[in-house]
């Protein structure tokens, strides 16, 4: 082996996003080029080194090959001269593609070769060490049904025993023995040469022994996939698609054609399927196989060596007898549709291929769901389904995918047929009046919308599709047709908006009616301009059959609706007050000891309300459909728990329920931190997947408002649950219903409601006691009377506590706290075996314990320690909770006026008292609602201030006396203790300090009391002097 050799065997190879090709050293070009017939045009490829691969000019520089391909729109030899000049370490061209000029005084290496998109390929073989070699290959090809039998196949291998490697439209994945998943992003069907030789090395050398690819057309005629060659390769069908870069049809089927003639294996099989109709391309490749010599086995249509003796199905499952050379095999398949016929049987051929048993092969095929986006059924909700419409996606895109795909839908159960479609931009324009008038001759009602417009003006692409419309002679009608025609008439209407056209087709369908979103199917992405917007037919689909009805609405509340259409779609949210009621809102009319909006419904029906709930019926007539209850606040609770059911099914959000005496803000902000770093905002998913409590909304009105928004596209929904008398959080947790449930700590709060610490804790322990069986309960070690609370419980546990590993219990617990840099916390967090450093941009040690909580909620919900970390470090507090902002004289103001108990007081006064040899000054008003223990817990809080050092205290409220009691007969030194009438003194004060230097850059000044005190003010008046 020459040295060349060796350098090139140990060197790693892998491929950037951009297509680049990375080596981790220098080879050289003369290393790479053993296997290709090339002549040099200049320059010495023995001593030319390299580390990159590119065909991108703008990505070259001197350590870099650059491979000039031929494209549809650019040509990469236009941009060697360039290559040349801006330096790199060699060229590879086509042979007589460049001028002499450009080469004969060069210096760098330049070689010519006949084909420079097959030895672009090769090379990718030859740097990834022929990857495939190894594995069982199965190929793909055809118009329609790649993916949904890459799908079906990879389930058969699967349950086979299989390590199973997919590379499709989809994504590109595969599966481990020990049954991890890896998924990557799918840029091209069938990937450039080196992403595709790179991704099969990846699952090489994962231990992945059988790859399903599907082969596209552009990808067989643009020689990606070099020399690789399949031991099963399976033909679909060929319809009219890609026109806009094959010449023709001929041209289309000779590109198809390659996948049997240049890359099955002398020993493979090829499975051609033949449809019942239109079959001339199947035959004209099966009449190549057997002239080459290449065996072959056909399915789909008697006469086949496999086809369906019978055939029988509904809306939710497929039976078929298939006949074999054995006799009869009987599959079933929850997939519907003659394609679908079709597809299993090509998966069958494909399995048996490699000596899978029948029975085997059938037992898979019972629960296979085939692929997203492929007549994907989109259920309603369990408990909907007898009123809402069978909806299905597809990615039927040519003028013969949605024929087919219509067909199959004519021929279930229904009363009429909706479609939603329209035609992608920038493609081939002659088949856009085809899919309308195919469209036309089978839809009842046809939506035509925007699909993927690109560069093309929108509404001349559904201008096109109408003339196919027009031709089929159903009629054009405007929008308000869609809710106000007759159940018989037919006729299309034209909508620009994607998801407008998707909820208008379903909210106008009936229960008994089918509705088919065709056109793209799996694509999560929306093409506008030269702007990639994310869009998803099926989440799209789940937002319209979740909208609530009247119907559904009637259901959720066990009301009596009075006036109205049960079927009636209502797309407004839910309200409770009627000064700000949107049109087309939902408005529960509310009573309460000082209010009842039952004397605004008259308003409420003016401004436009959907529907009105009420337990009482109206003095006068309403304009608009109403439903009566027996009490609107318990209907508002069930409104929401209804929506949290329904969610279950379409999206199955992570509930978290989380209460406490102190810190739940706090906690629920640290945890919606986190979530955002697992479900975060981007280009590629839906905005909002988080959902959170806002405000204080966290009582029997606030808790159903904050869990209503509530909808498909939500991943994570963090609920807090406030209370001041028992059984509020038992109705709390029946509403929210959460999947993870965590009470953070029991203290001296709400006690004018429930008398003790103890009668707190029972209250509190409501969360846990009727939470379900699985709910994964979260409980602070470090609170005693939340580890009581748990002990009864049966429920799993995940337990956190500020401490050290030593205590076997902790799942998640803290060490080497580092409180030395100001408003900082540095600590290590531990989960189970991992670590991760942390910071949190928060004073106050009982943050630490707030961030445990958080971490062992994200664990439970199955978040990564790394994101958890990151979660925490970009936390940060809510207004008015420990946030701190600059204040008089570069001062720094905790603002922490929000509420108050004995227990934030203290941590809040301990947090101040960690600033030390800095002026430290305490605003302190009423802890509110401590009933009978108000008294002693006040003069208690004085002396714990005083015990700190803090060296000013100013009092406010009706209890300021007992505080600075607690003062003076505490052993501690409080250096000035001031009372004050109202917060204009008290601010007089504190600017005397700041005027006699008492208050001075780096100073601390804490404002802390219950929201009754209202010191949000007082905040606002050192902030405004500050300015």
């Known amino acids: 082996m020459s040295q060349q050799d060796s350098v090139q065997m140990d060197c790693k190879w892998s491929c950037t996003s951009s297509g680049t090709v990375v080596s ?121 049904g790649k993916t949904s039998i890459s ?61 399903i690819m599907e082969v596209s057309s552009h990808g067989l005629a643009q020689h990606r996939i070099g020399k690789l060659h399949f031991d099963v390769a399976a033909f679909t069908n060929l319809s009219r698609d890609h026109l806009d870069y094959h010449r023709d049809m001929q041209s289309y089927f000779e590109a198809k054609s390659l996948l049997f003639t240049g890359h099955l294996k002398k020993d493979g099989l090829a499975v051609i399927t033949f449809p019942e109709e239109k079959a001339e391309w199947s035959k004209a490749l099966q009449e190549i196989c057997v002239g080459s010599g290449l065996q ?23 039976d078929i007898v298939l006949q074999i050379d054995a006799g009869t095999v009987t599959l079933g398949s929850p997939l519907v549709g003659d394609f679908n016929v079709q597809n299993l049987q090509t998966v069958y051929a494909m399995a048996k291929a490699v000596e899978l048993p029948g029975a085997q092969i059938g037992a898979s095929l019972r629960s296979a769901a085939g692929a997203p986006g492929r007549m994907q059924r989109i259920f309603a909700s369990p408990g909907e389904e007898n009123f809402r419409p069978s909806v299905f996606v597809d990615y039927a895109h040519t003028p013969d995918a949605l024929l087919q795909v219509l067909k199959t839908l004519t021929a279930l159960p229904h009363n009429r047929l909706f479609v939603v479609f329209g035609c992608g931009g920038d493609r081939d324009t002659g088949k856009r009046a085809l899919m309308g008038e195919v469209c036309g001759k089978y839809a009842d009602i046809a939506v035509i919308t925007d699909d993927n417009p690109r560069t093309e003006d929108p509404q001349s692409i559904r201008l096109m599709v109408e003339e196919g419309f027009i031709r089929s002679d159903l009629q054009q009608r405007d929008i308000q047709w869609l809710q106000t025609g007759e159940a018989d008439e037919k006729g299309f209407v034209s909508m620009a908006e994607r998801s407008l056209a998707i909820a208008a087709a379903i909210g106008a369908a009936d229960a008994a ?51 109205g259409d049960r079927t009636e779609i209502l797309r407004g949210s839910v309200a409770t007050d009627s000064r700000t009621l949107g049109k087309g809102e939902i408005f529960v009319a ?49 409104m929401a728990a209804y929506r949290r059911k329904c969610m279950r099914s379409f999206s199955n959000p992570v509930v978290v329920g989380i209460t406490g005496s102190s810190g739940k803000t706090t906690l629920k902000e640290m945890c919606f931190s986190i979530f955002r770093q697992r479900w975060p905002d981007s280009d590629k998913t839906a905005k909002g997947r988080v959902l959170k409590t806002e405000g204080n909304f966290n009582n029997l009105i606030g808790l159903p408002l904050s869990l209503l928004p509530v909808s498909p596209k939500h991943r994570g929904i963090l609920l807090e649950m406030g209370m001041n008398h028992p059984g509020e959080i038992q109705r709390l947790t029946e509403i929210a219903d959460p999947d993870i449930a965590c009470i953070l700590n029991v203290h001296g709060a709400h006690l004018q409601g429930l008398g003790t610490v103890e009668g707190v804790a029972v209250a509190k322990g409501e969360l846990f006691r009727t939470c379900r069986k699985d709910t994964i309960l979260i409980v602070n070690a470090d609170d005693h009377h939340v580890t009581t609370l748990a002990a009864d419980c049966s429920q799993r546990r995940i337990i956190f506590g500020i401490g050290s590993g030593e205590n076997a219990e902790l799942d998640v617990y803290s060490s080497e706290h580092d409180l030395n840099e100001p408003e900082t ?36 919900a199955g978040i990564a320690i790394t994101q958890i970390a990151d979660g925490l470090a970009a936390f940060k507090p809510a ?114 300090l700041v005027g006699d230097g008492t208050i001075q850059e780096g100073s601390y000044i804490l404002i802390k009391g219950s929201r009754g005190m209202h010191l949000e003010n007082l905040v606002k008046q050192l902030r405004r002097e500050q300015a």
């Open 151 to 211: 799908y079906l196949l990879e389930s058969v291998l699967l349950d086979a025993g299989k390590q199973v490697g997919v590379i499709g439209t989809i994504n590109y994945r595969y599966t481990t023995a020990d049954g991890t998943a890896y998924v990557f992003p799918s840029p091209f069907t069938t990937p450039e040469p080196f992403l595709l030789q790179g991704v099969l090395r990846e699952m090489a050398d994962a231990g992945i022994d059988a790859v």
């Open 879 to 992: 207004d008015s909770r420990m946030q701190i902002v600059e204040g008089p004289a570069g001062s720094r103001l905790i603002n922490d006026c929000y509420n108050a108990n004995p227990e934030s007081m203290r941590a809040g006064l301990a947090t101040l008292a960690g600033f030390e040899g800095r002026t430290r000054v305490a605003v302190l008003g009423d802890m509110l609602e401590l009933g009978n223990e108000a008294e002693k817990l006040h003069k208690e809080i004085g002396g714990y201030a005083a015990e700190l050092g803090i060296e000013f205290l100013a009092i406010l409220g009706d209890y300021q006396k007992q505080v600075q009691a607690g003062v003076q007969e505490s052993d501690g030194n409080c250096t000035t203790v001031r009372t004050f009438a109202d917060q204009d003194s008290c601010n007089d004060w504190l600017q005397s």
């Open 825 to 860: 916390i540095h600590f290590i967090l531990h989960i189970k075996q991992q670590t991760a450093a942390v910071r949190l941009a928060v004073p106050g040690s009982h943050n630490i314990s707030n961030a445990l909580a958080a971490a062992a909620i994200a664990h439970a």
């Open 590 to 638: 509310l009573q309460g000891e000082r209010f009842d909006a039952h004397n605004y419904i008259a308003e409420a029906a003016a401004a436009g309300a959907g529907c009105i709930v009420l337990h009482r019926k109206p003095a006068n007539p309403l304009s608009v459909p109403w439903i009566l209850v027996k009490d609107t606040e318990k209907a508002l609770g069930d």
């Open 296 to 318: 072959n086995v056909s399915c789909g249509a008697p006469g086949c060596d496999i086809f369906p003796e019978s055939v029988s199905g509904s809306l939710y499952h497929t």
């Open 513 to 563: 009616d089918i509705v088919l979103i065709a056109g793209k199917g799996h694509e999560d992405y929306q093409l506008i301009g030269k702007d990639k917007h994310f869009f998803d037919d099926s989440l799209e689909a789940k937002k319209a059959l979740s909208s609530w009805t009247l119907q559904s609405l009637e259901q959720a509340t066990g009301g009596t609706l009075a006036v």
């Open 24 to 144: 981790s050293c220098l080879v050289s070009l003369s290393s790479l080029l053993q296997s290709v017939d090339y002549s040099c045009l200049c320059g010495d490829p023995d001593k030319s080194f390299l580390e990159n691969i590119t065909v991108d000019s703008r990505k070259s520089d001197e350590k870099t090959l650059f491979v000039a391909l031929r494209g549809v729109a650019h040509d990469g030899h236009d941009y060697v001269r360039r290559v040349l000049e801006n330096g790199c370490a060699a060229v590879l061209v086509e042979k007589d593609a460049l001028p002499p000029d450009i080469y004969q005084d060069a210096e760098t290496c330049i070689i010519a070769v006949d084909d420079s998109r097959l030895t672009h390929a090769l090379l990718a073989e030859e740097v990834f060490g022929f990857p495939a070699h190894d594995m069982c290959m199965f190929g793909i090809t055809g118009t329609n």
